[in-house]
Protein backbone atom coordinates (compact mmCIF):
# COMPACT_ATOMS: atom_id res chain seq x y z
CA UNK A 1 0.00 0.00 0.00
CA UNK A 2 1.15 3.92 -0.64
CA UNK A 3 0.42 6.87 1.32
CA UNK A 4 -0.02 10.25 -0.49
CA UNK A 5 -0.86 13.30 -0.16
CA UNK A 6 -3.88 13.94 -3.07
CA UNK A 7 -2.28 16.85 -5.51
CA UNK A 8 -3.93 18.09 -8.67
CA UNK A 9 -2.08 20.28 -10.89
CA UNK A 10 0.24 21.29 -8.53
CA UNK A 11 -1.67 22.08 -5.63
CA UNK A 12 -4.17 20.10 -2.63
CA UNK A 13 -7.76 18.76 -2.71
CA UNK A 14 -9.94 19.44 -0.63
CA UNK A 15 -12.12 17.21 1.01
CA UNK A 16 -15.85 18.60 -0.17
CA UNK A 17 -17.71 16.46 -1.92
CA UNK A 18 -15.10 13.59 -1.65
CA UNK A 19 -15.91 9.89 -0.74
CA UNK A 20 -15.53 6.55 -1.14
CA UNK A 21 -15.98 6.77 -4.58
CA UNK A 22 -13.71 9.97 -5.00
CA UNK A 23 -11.03 7.99 -3.47
CA UNK A 24 -10.63 4.63 -5.66
CA UNK A 25 -11.18 6.82 -9.00
CA UNK A 26 -8.06 8.87 -7.75
CA UNK A 27 -5.79 5.79 -6.82
CA UNK A 28 -6.72 4.46 -10.04
CA UNK A 29 -5.85 6.97 -12.13
CA UNK A 30 -1.96 7.05 -9.83
CA UNK A 31 -2.09 3.64 -10.87
CA UNK A 32 -3.07 1.76 -7.65
CA UNK A 33 -5.73 -0.96 -7.58
CA UNK A 34 -8.43 1.12 -5.25
CA UNK A 35 -7.78 3.04 -1.96
CA UNK A 36 -8.29 1.76 1.48
CA UNK A 37 -8.60 4.51 3.65
CA UNK A 38 -8.83 8.59 3.40
CA UNK A 39 -8.67 11.25 5.71
CA UNK A 40 -8.36 15.15 6.26
CA UNK A 41 -6.20 17.35 8.03
CA UNK A 42 -3.58 19.75 8.26
CA UNK A 43 -1.16 16.73 8.69
CA UNK A 44 2.70 17.45 6.68
CA UNK A 45 4.58 20.03 7.18
CA UNK A 46 4.76 21.76 3.55
CA UNK A 47 0.77 21.38 3.12
CA UNK A 48 1.23 25.75 3.42
CA UNK A 49 3.42 25.72 0.84
CA UNK A 50 0.56 24.65 -1.63
CA UNK A 51 -2.27 26.21 -3.08
CA UNK A 52 -5.44 24.47 -3.06
CA UNK A 53 -6.06 23.32 -6.09
CA UNK A 54 -9.76 20.99 -6.46
CA UNK A 55 -12.84 21.12 -4.32
CA UNK A 56 -16.25 20.05 -4.55
CA UNK A 57 -15.44 16.71 -5.99
CA UNK A 58 -19.15 14.36 -6.81
CA UNK A 59 -18.38 10.63 -7.94
CA UNK A 60 -21.40 8.65 -8.64
CA UNK A 61 -21.47 5.44 -8.17
CA UNK A 62 -21.16 4.83 -12.35
CA UNK A 63 -18.24 6.97 -13.18
CA UNK A 64 -15.69 4.44 -14.37
CA UNK A 65 -12.66 6.80 -14.22
CA UNK A 66 -12.28 10.47 -12.09
CA UNK A 67 -12.84 12.70 -14.76
CA UNK A 68 -16.70 11.41 -15.44
CA UNK A 69 -16.81 13.21 -12.30
CA UNK A 70 -17.68 16.50 -11.11
CA UNK A 71 -15.40 19.03 -9.83
CA UNK A 72 -13.81 22.53 -9.25
CA UNK A 73 -10.93 24.21 -9.61
CA UNK A 74 -11.46 26.95 -7.22
CA UNK A 75 -12.38 26.71 -3.67
CA UNK A 76 -13.64 27.64 -0.53
CA UNK A 77 -11.09 25.67 1.64
CA UNK A 78 -7.91 25.70 4.23
CA UNK A 79 -4.99 23.00 4.58
CA UNK A 80 -7.27 21.54 7.44
CA UNK A 81 -9.43 20.21 5.04
CA UNK A 82 -6.85 18.74 2.53
CA UNK A 83 -7.18 15.06 1.72
CA UNK A 84 -4.61 12.15 2.37
CA UNK A 85 -5.34 9.05 0.81
CA UNK A 86 -4.07 5.86 1.22
CA UNK A 87 -3.89 3.46 -2.02
CA UNK A 88 -4.04 -0.34 -2.56
CA UNK A 89 -0.86 -1.69 -4.65
CA UNK A 90 -2.73 -4.90 -5.75
CA UNK A 91 -3.12 -6.81 -2.62
CA UNK A 92 -6.36 -9.16 -2.29
CA UNK A 93 -9.49 -8.11 -0.81
CA UNK A 94 -8.85 -10.08 2.67
CA UNK A 95 -5.57 -7.96 2.92
CA UNK A 96 -6.91 -4.63 3.59
CA UNK A 97 -10.59 -4.57 3.61
CA UNK A 98 -10.68 -3.90 7.57
CA UNK A 99 -8.49 -1.88 9.72
CA UNK A 100 -8.63 0.12 13.14
CA UNK A 101 -8.55 3.76 12.86
CA UNK A 102 -7.52 6.32 15.92
CA UNK A 103 -9.59 9.29 16.38
CA UNK A 104 -6.98 11.54 13.97
CA UNK A 105 -7.77 8.67 11.53
CA UNK A 106 -4.43 7.00 11.79
CA UNK A 107 -4.09 3.17 11.96
CA UNK A 108 -3.53 1.27 14.69
CA UNK A 109 -1.92 -1.89 15.02
CA UNK A 110 -1.37 -2.28 18.82
CA UNK A 111 -2.85 -5.64 20.54
CA UNK A 112 -5.47 -4.26 23.10
CA UNK A 113 -6.36 -0.68 21.78
CA UNK A 114 -9.91 0.37 21.21
CA UNK A 115 -10.73 2.15 17.82
CA UNK A 116 -13.09 2.50 15.16
CA UNK A 117 -13.73 -0.41 12.79
CA UNK A 118 -13.03 0.29 9.17
CA UNK A 119 -14.15 -1.15 6.13
CA UNK A 120 -12.68 -0.47 3.11
CA UNK A 121 -12.56 3.43 3.59
CA UNK A 122 -16.18 3.85 5.34
CA UNK A 123 -17.38 2.96 9.22
CA UNK A 124 -19.19 -1.03 9.73
CA UNK A 125 -22.71 -0.82 11.13
CA UNK A 126 -23.50 -2.87 14.22
CA UNK A 127 -26.82 -4.58 12.59
CA UNK A 128 -26.51 -8.27 13.24
CA UNK A 129 -22.99 -7.58 14.56
CA UNK A 130 -22.29 -10.12 16.95
CA UNK A 131 -18.82 -11.68 19.14
CA UNK A 132 -18.36 -14.16 16.34
CA UNK A 133 -18.51 -11.69 13.51
CA UNK A 134 -15.53 -9.80 16.01
CA UNK A 135 -13.00 -12.38 16.22
CA UNK A 136 -13.11 -13.06 12.27
CA UNK A 137 -12.61 -9.70 11.64
CA UNK A 138 -9.77 -9.03 14.07
CA UNK A 139 -8.42 -12.52 12.47
CA UNK A 140 -8.57 -10.46 9.50
CA UNK A 141 -6.25 -7.74 10.96
CA UNK A 142 -3.74 -10.30 11.70
CA UNK A 143 -4.68 -10.75 15.51
CA UNK A 144 -5.76 -13.59 17.26
CA UNK A 145 -9.34 -12.70 18.13
CA UNK A 146 -11.50 -9.99 19.94
CA UNK A 147 -11.09 -8.49 23.43
CA UNK A 148 -14.16 -6.62 23.07
CA UNK A 149 -16.85 -4.59 20.74
CA UNK A 150 -19.02 -1.72 21.40
CA UNK A 151 -20.92 0.98 19.06
CA UNK A 152 -21.69 4.41 19.10
CA UNK A 153 -20.03 7.96 19.22
CA UNK A 154 -17.46 6.68 21.15
CA UNK A 155 -18.14 9.73 24.08
CA UNK A 156 -18.18 12.55 21.09
CA UNK A 157 -14.40 11.67 20.70
CA UNK A 158 -14.48 10.27 17.27
CA UNK A 159 -17.54 11.98 16.12
CA UNK A 160 -15.39 14.51 14.18
CA UNK A 161 -13.81 11.68 12.16
CA UNK A 162 -17.03 9.73 12.15
CA UNK A 163 -19.13 12.40 10.50
CA UNK A 164 -16.65 12.72 7.32
CA UNK A 165 -17.08 9.18 6.84
CA UNK A 166 -19.21 6.86 4.72
CA UNK A 167 -21.12 4.23 6.25
CA UNK A 168 -19.25 0.65 4.25
CA UNK A 169 -20.51 -2.35 5.74
CA UNK A 170 -24.03 -3.54 7.10
CA UNK A 171 -25.52 -6.55 8.23
CA UNK A 172 -23.03 -8.36 9.18
CA UNK A 173 -24.19 -11.86 10.50
CA UNK A 174 -21.46 -14.58 10.98
CA UNK A 175 -22.48 -17.96 11.81
CA UNK A 176 -21.03 -20.77 14.19
CA UNK A 177 -18.96 -22.69 11.79
CA UNK A 178 -17.59 -19.90 9.43
CA UNK A 179 -13.61 -20.09 9.40
CA UNK A 180 -13.15 -16.86 7.92
CA UNK A 181 -15.55 -13.59 7.35
CA UNK A 182 -15.60 -14.27 3.70
CA UNK A 183 -17.96 -17.06 5.31
CA UNK A 184 -20.59 -14.44 6.74
CA UNK A 185 -23.06 -12.61 4.95
CA UNK A 186 -23.23 -8.71 4.57
CA UNK A 187 -24.01 -5.60 2.69
CA UNK A 188 -21.80 -3.54 1.25
CA UNK A 189 -22.66 0.36 0.44
CA UNK A 190 -26.27 -0.41 1.56
CA UNK A 191 -27.19 -0.03 4.78
CA UNK A 192 -29.44 2.05 6.41
CA UNK A 193 -27.52 3.01 9.29
CA UNK A 194 -26.04 6.18 11.48
CA UNK A 195 -22.82 6.87 13.29
CA UNK A 196 -24.74 5.72 16.41
CA UNK A 197 -24.35 2.71 15.25
CA UNK A 198 -20.45 2.41 14.78
CA UNK A 199 -18.43 -0.67 15.49
CA UNK A 200 -15.60 0.11 17.93
CA UNK A 201 -13.62 -3.15 18.24
CA UNK A 202 -10.47 -4.33 20.34
CA UNK A 203 -8.52 -6.85 19.07
CA UNK A 204 -6.20 -9.37 21.02
CA UNK A 205 -2.41 -10.84 19.75
CA UNK A 206 -2.98 -13.50 21.90
CA UNK A 207 -2.38 -12.65 25.90
CA UNK A 208 -5.47 -11.61 27.28
CA UNK A 209 -9.04 -13.40 27.32
CA UNK A 210 -11.07 -13.99 23.95
CA UNK A 211 -14.98 -13.28 23.64
CA UNK A 212 -16.48 -16.51 24.45
CA UNK A 213 -19.88 -17.64 22.66
CA UNK A 214 -23.09 -19.24 23.42
Same mark, same amino acid.
Given at each position: S??????Y?G? #??C???F??? #? %? *?????EL???????? #?????? $????? !??I?????? =?S???????D?E??E?????H????? @?? =????E?????? !??? &??R !??N??? %?S /??? /?L??????? &? =? *?????? @? %????? =???? /? !?????????????????EL???L????? *? &? $???? /?????W??? +??? +?????S???????T????? #??????Y
Amino acid at each position: SSGINAEYGGG #TVCDDGFNTR #T %A *DLICQELGFESSYSW #TSGNMM $ENQER !FRIAMDDTS =CSDEAQSFWDCEYREDNDCNHSEDVM @LN =CLTGESPSDMS !FYI &VDR !FGNMMN %AS /GNE /GLLMFRNGT &V =C *DDSFND @L %AANLI =CREM /G !FQYAISWTSGRYNSRYSELQERLETTLD *D &V $ECMI /GDESFWQCS +YNE +YEENCSHNEDVFITCSDGQ #TEELDFY
